[in-house]
């Protein structure tokens, strides 16, 4: 089992920076690819930006250039930092961390509690 804790949500004025962790515990053997998602009212649950144990990164387009994600391995943290926050970007944040089961495209998703973030026009 994962253990994932999300930190760093808040209330922020549009423009402004948050910074989201996320602190990893438990069962970390070969956990590869972590990531964050949000979830808005009355919206689905949508991929923020991705990294693999090797700092490949991957953003919603949405996000790009506005978003950085990095992973700090010796301390199973993984961050967001939030720039130039859009109304837009007000949801609940989720960390996920993704094992391989070792069958093509199937994977176990542990997910973290959710930190609220919102973006004040």
Known sequence: QVQLVESGGGLVQAGGSLRLSCAASGSMFSINTMGWYRQAPGKQRE??????????????DSVKGRFTISRDNAKNTVYLQMDSLEPEDTAVYYCNARRPTGTWNVYVDYWGQGTQVTVSS
């Open 47 to 60: 991929l923020v930006a991705t990294i693999t144990s090797g700092s490949t990164t991957t953003y919603t």
